[in-house]
């Protein structure tokens, strides 16, 4: 059954990318036509989150003058990841460093570098708590997303959020970029999940955000990806907070494995969930027509020697994902990394993954 959903994605993914090809007028519909092309020819792009401004145990310390060479990824496998992803967090307050403490103005360097030199980027946000003054994990309250929606009592300074994050989209100029606002929508640990609002509510806080950003703020370049978090083997679960056909352009997913459980306990686990969530949304990808990545995944970390080639690679190998992307590799937090790093100890495993032939890296 799996393997009959993961043929019928193909063949809808490959006719949609047989029609971008017949008009390619925009960066948007380039990227889109990119993408299909991966699932068209069952390859899978590796990504990475925040890969140029830092990685393990060193950072960009004077952004205006760094060339942007440095990558983790790059050291061990000689290429950058064809996808990067950053985050817009605090942008709302008008912030110069994201809350990783990323200067913004480092982000756009690296997003329009990694662009340049043939990569695709994407970007997720964790505002904090309007109503509460705490952060996107402050779920103290279940009024937030009422709070700032029309009518809501936050609704005006909210606005004034979006635009500020329009405005640094804006900043970049005539580039498309994968835009995954209110992700891991069908957890609870954010204060727009599935606990804090109702499923109409969180649809008209993703409608709202898409509106503005692209009917009021001509932002038209943006693919927008709509990512919750694991369980979407689960499809009336994952399609009851869908925002509609019209606002959604990718499917993701964002699951990581566990490391509350043995090394071989998790990977087990890890590798069943996968499977059944990836077969679920390759069914949903071919009665939508629209791609579908892994948004995030990943494994605090990797103890485990042969996580990437015997975990990971088995458990998306047969379903047609676009991308894949792991999280960072913290400069600060010396066991706070999801990708390999010059010197781990399991670095070996991790450059089999990236020279498998379905595994795609930026190839400059």
Known sequence: MKKAFYILALCALASCACAC?????TPK????QQLLSFAEQGKIAYGHQDDLPYGHAWKVEDWETDDLERSDIKDVTGHYPLVMGFDLGDIEHGASKNLDGVPFGLIRKATLKHIERGGIVTFSWHPDNLLTGGDAWDVSS??????VLPGGEKHTEFMEWLRRGADFVESLGNVAIIFRPWHENTGSWFWWGAGLCSAQQYI?????TWLYFVKERGLKNLVWCYSPDGGASDIEGYMERYPGDE???LLGLDTYASTHFSREESAVLFMESLRKDLASLAAVSVEHKKPVCLSETGLEGIENPVWWTQVLYPAVK????TYLLTWRNAWDQPGHFFGAWKGFENEADFKAFAELDQIVLLDE
């Open 21 to 25: 090809k017949k008009k390619v007028d």
């Open 29 to 32: 519909d380039a990227l889109m």
């Open 142 to 147: 279940n009024k937030v997303v009422e709070a």
């Open 204 to 208: 008209e806080l993703f409608r709202m």
């Open 247 to 249: 606002f959604v352009d």
């Open 318 to 321: 047969d379903f047609p994902i």
